[in-house]
């Protein structure tokens, strides 16, 4: 590749002119001006990303309406943008997963694409600035598309009028991003800032930092089971006794596990995921994320340097190991002996550049919000759901949030008839101010019903969709029948 083609983002950029503006702000009197330190540098900072420009043409929707399409660079950032012709004049602004740690950018398709089309909406996507878990830049960056959306559409050659509403959406990562940018915190902190009017978050990490809690607390958990009880964080030994640690607690992975130290441990995992659920074992046996979070065992917890400090907490972690919320003796001496990992002091705190480092989803919204969430996803586990609902009720922003539960055991496979029906029920509650239903979240009772999950799931399989997931769900349990 060209060397002129390796960048590094200009959000960083950005942030270093709004560092030398708050030194200009803060000077003193006379020649005693106040010195503010720069934010310090991170692994991430230093890495090149370039957009693969080859990548970015993308061709009409079979069947869809007929619609402009357009693709480009914006700053570091590459992006794609779908204007019906019968425009209804309001934008849809997608966030995509996470793409891995290579340096090439490419955009990805909303996988709604044909309703927001066939509704009349315009889409734009974000290759974002950086790869990585940098949620930061997929804020800023997806932020910044939204900005410059009517003159990109003019230089296109189709001057269109400033949406009349803007609404995001977004997948994994994507679903980070979207909590995030929806956030009062981005709200007073990003640097392009954008109002919203609705989202759909879609199998969205909505814990921030407490992903990486989980992986942590699953990690000692199975050491601890495995008598390779954690000593030091991060275990730099992980490689040399990963074998052991498996061994000991499974008889095949992740399908069979051994007695009584696997079958403790599936249980831990089950609680730390969500709680007893339909869907469950299934998900616990499937080897894919489930190799994935195990992928994650031996990180520190810098978010492969998307931090420059140690940001996993176990400290608050309880260890079940029943299904009995009651914490039995034997669950105090776990607790009791079990590694404890310390974060370093505000290791994720605010920036004076912008947004934090890994921006939070603390749930303080004022506009409609419906999430989905697969139940048998390990990777990123339907606790996140039950977190980012206890955050809203303790914000009293609950009443902004709906969430539905999807039989399925993958990490975001939803059929697109999932999708459709989450984002036509955001759109009809803030257009029309008609609350659609969701499912309870954090009652014990209900998520362990046979039957939880049976309401918004929808097998049917589409054009759009894969045919694998047609056999995924189709070998997954039915639902009970009266």
Known sequence: MPSSTLRIPTLHLAALAAACALLAACGGGGDD?????????????TRPFFVDEPSLPF?????????????GTLDDSGYRIEVPKNWNGMLFLYAHGYAGTGPELRVSNPPSRRFLLEQGYAWAASSYSANYYDVRAGVEDTNALALAFNRLAEKHGRPLARPSKTYITGNSLGGHVTAAAIDAE??????NRVSYDGAVPLCGVLGDTELYNYFAAYQVAAQQLANEPVGQWPVSNWEQIAPTVRSALFTQFPSQVTQPQGETLKTIVQNLTGG????FDQGFAGTNLQSLVWGTFGRDGTVQGILTEEVVDTRNIVYQLDDDPAISAEERAFNAQVFRVTPDADANRLRRDGLRWVPQANAEIDIPVVTLH???DMYVPFSMEQIYRQRAIDKG???WLVQRAIRSTGHCDFTVAEQASALEAMLRWEQNGVKPEGDEVLDPAVVAAPDYGCRFTDNQIGVDDSPALGVLRASLPACPTN
């Not at 981005?186 to 640097?191: I, K, L, S």
């Open 186 to 191: 981005a709200a007073r902190t990003a640097v």
């Open 397 to 399: 922003t609950d009443a």
């Open 374 to 376: 697969t139940l048998g």
């Open 276 to 279: 007893a659920r339909p869907m």
């Open 59 to 71: 061709t009409a929707l079979a069947g869809a309406p007929d619609a402009d399409r357009w693709w």
């Open 33 to 45: 001006p106040v010195v503010v330190a720069p934010e310090p540098e991170r692994p991430q900072d």
